[in-house]
Each structure stands twice: as structure tokens, then as C-alpha cells.
């Protein structure tokens, strides 16, 4: 009798991946960034954040054409804006930057993304919920400064567990999106 399992790996952009982050750069030799809001190409999937990088900073997109992202080392702060054309702020959300072995804030509304040693935005989340089945799903973006100053950001999900407590599985997905700089200018200036 065979032993039934399950896996699933899916990284189309992993080539992509590996030559931008192995040249990345430090997201703190700057206090102030600006991204559009649209991939220099679509990632092919289908999830929070794909295609639009309004949805990755919780800010809105009507009428935005780019993100400002306004760092504060000292205080341990990301102020994210979505901008309209004329450089005008649309909406605004702050973040916590946290220590990567920092424990997440309990109890509260604050949105906050983990600051790496190497200079990286991390969002993580995990869930484990039993039912017929025994396992664990996790995820999150991770977030960088390609060696040309455009915005990385990768989106990566994965699972693992028994179905019906009898069949391991395990999938995980990673979707890359390269967002291009924007002048400080005007958001919709080339």
C-alpha cells in the first residue's frame, strides 16, 4: 500500500526574485520613498495587494497614482499616504515598525510591518484551526528596495497538515510585483 500525499509549490517570479533581492538595498538610506501604485507588470494572481500597492499599505486608491512612504527611525513609525496626480495626499495610515523578533501588539487596531537587520518590511500572519482536518496556513509580504529603487514586493502563502488526520499536504505560492519609483514631485510626473 502507497502512501498518499500531497504538495503544491508555485513561484513563477522566482528567477526574477532571486537577482532583485540578491542585489536589494537597504529600505532605511531613506526616509522618504515614492512608488506608483501599479506593477511595472502584473503578477498573474490573484490576491491582497496584487496589482495595486494601495491595498498592501491600507490606504485608498481613488483617485491615487502613487504611495508615499515617510519614515520615522526614531520613533519606529511608517507613515504610508496614497497621493493623486498632482502629488496631493488621498489617504493616510501609520504603521509600528517592530523588531523581527518583536511580538505583535494584541488587542488593538495598530497596523504595524516588521523592520529586518538586513533593512526588509515584513507582514506575517499565521493561522492553525482544526477540523476535519489538522493544519496550519501562513503568509505575508515581504518588502524591499531593488538595486534600481523601484519597490519589491513579494507576496507568499503556504500550508501544511493531515487531511481527514490521514494524508500529509503541504502547497505554498510566491507572487512578485516591482512597483517603480516616483519622483518627489508630482505623483503623476515622469
Known amino acids: 500500500m502507497g502512501l498518499l500525499t500531497g504538495c503544491s509549490v508555485n513561484a513563477p517570479q522566482s528567477a526574477q526574485y532571486n537577482a532583485e533581492y540578491s542585489q536589494r538595498q537597504d529600505i532605511r538610506t531613506q526616509n522618504v520613498y515614492r512608488f506608483k501604485i501599479k506593477p511595472l507588470q502584473p503578477s498573474g494572481g490573484k490576491y491582497w495587494g496584487a496589482d495595486n500597492l494601495t491595498?498592501?499599505?491600507?490606504?485608498?486608491?481613488?483617485?491615487?497614482?502613487?504611495?508615499?512612504?515617510?519614515?520615522?527611525?526614531p520613533t519606529a513609525t511608517l507613515q504610508a499616504s496614497s497621493l493623486d496626480e498632482q502629488g496631493k495626499v488621498v489617504s493616510t495610515q501609520t504603521f509600528a515598525l517592530l523588531a523581527e523578533s518583536a511580538t505583535p501588539p494584541s488587542g488593538s487596531d495598530t497596523k504595524y510591518l516588521y523592520l529586518t537587520k538586513s533593512g526588509e518590511l515584513l507582514s506575517k500572519w499565521k493561522n492553525c484551526t482544526p477540523d476535519m482536518s489538522v493544519g496550519c496556513s501562513w503568509g505575508g509580504h515581504q518588502i524591499f528596495i531593488t538595486h534600481s529603487a523601484d519597490l519589491a514586493?513579494?507576496?507568499?502563502?503556504?500550508?501544511?497538515?493531515?487531511a481527514f488526520l490521514l494524508i500529509p499536504f503541504y502547497n505554498s505560492e510566491a507572487r512578485l510585483q516591482i512597483f517603480a519609483k516616483a519622483p518627489i514631485g508630482a505623483a503623476g510626473d515622469e
Open 55 to 73: 491595498q498592501v499599505f491600507y490606504v485608498s486608491d481613488k483617485n491615487a497614482a502613487a504611495i508615499e512612504l515617510r519614515f520615522n527611525f
Open 153 to 162: 514586493v513579494q507576496y507568499a502563502t503556504g500550508g501544511a497538515g493531515l
